[in-house]
């Protein structure tokens, strides 16, 4: 007596997973956006809590009194009336060696040219 043989099972198809997987990899790397790295010349201030990360559309406070937005070295007026439609509060990336009065400054400028919040985006510092 012959006995019937065992039914074949097809194989997975783990080709076409593979490479569903690799184009969904390769359309979030195309529309993610990709974040400009700070000014390297910027040691940022330290603090205790940081909630957002470095924004990409923040103004740079140099230490020697440099204003760069966008990389670019701009004056506190022009960085102004580019952020006057704005809602969101302004963000400034001091460094940490900018003298106080100079921050003040540029922060009061800021807030009586556009009438928004002006926020400090500083490092976080590890907690003892």
């Not at 195309?30 to 990409?56: I, N």
């Given at each position: 007596m012959r006995l019937a043989p065992a039914p074949r099972t097809k194989p997975e198809p783990t080709i076409a997973l593979i490479n569903v997987v690799f184009l969904m990899l390769v359309f979030f790397?195309?529309?993610?956006?990709?974040?400009?790295?700070?000014?390297?010349?910027?040691?940022?201030?330290?603090?205790?809590?940081?909630?957002?990360?470095?924004?990409?559309?923040?103004l740079v406070l140099r230490a020697d009194g440099a204003i760069l937005w966008r990389g670019v070295e701009t004056s506190v007026d022009d960085f102004a009336m580019a952020q006057i439609n704005e809602t969101e509060p302004l963000r400034i990336l001091p460094d940490r060696?900018?003298?106080?009065?100079?921050?003040?400054?540029?922060?009061?400028?800021?807030?009586?040219?556009?009438?928004?919040?002006?926020?400090?985006?500083?490092e976080?510092?590890?907690a003892p």
């Open positions: 790397l195309v529309a993610g956006q990709v974040a400009r790295p700070a000014d390297r010349e910027v040691t940022l201030a330290l603090a205790d809590v940081a909630s957002a990360r470095v924004p990409d559309d923040a060696n900018l003298p106080a009065r100079d921050l003040i400054a540029v922060a009061a400028a800021l807030r009586a040219a556009t009438g928004n919040d002006v926020r400090l985006v500083t976080k510092g590890l």
